[in-house]
């Protein structure tokens, strides 16, 4: 995951999009740590953020 973070800076398009983790198995700290902008732990979630994010834009 944090291959794909590193290649949208590499490519200098990660400020052009947001990157949401999500599952069981990823969590806020990873997401934080890796430099992606939200974590989610099922759909229901990510959606929310994703809903969120929208109303900022």
Same mark, same amino acid.
């Given at each position: %995951? =944090?291959? #794909? /973070? !590193?290649?949208?800076?590499?490519? $200098? #398009? $990660? *400020?052009? /999009? =947001?990157? @949401? @983790?999500?599952?069981?198995? /990823?969590?806020?700290?990873?997401? *934080?740590?890796?430099?992606? !902008?939200? +974590?989610? @732990?099922? +759909?229901?979630?990510? /959606?929310?953020?994703? =809903?969120?994010? %929208?109303? =900022?834009?």
């Amino acid at each position: %995951m =944090k291959v #794909i /973070v !590193d290649m949208l800076t590499h490519k $200098r #398009i $990660r *400020e052009k /999009v =947001k990157v @949401l @983790l999500g599952g069981n198995a /990823v969590t806020k700290e990873f997401a *934080e740590e890796i430099g992606a !902008d939200a +974590a989610a @732990l099922n +759909a229901v979630e990510g /959606v929310e953020i994703c =809903k969120k994010w %929208m109303q =900022k834009s």
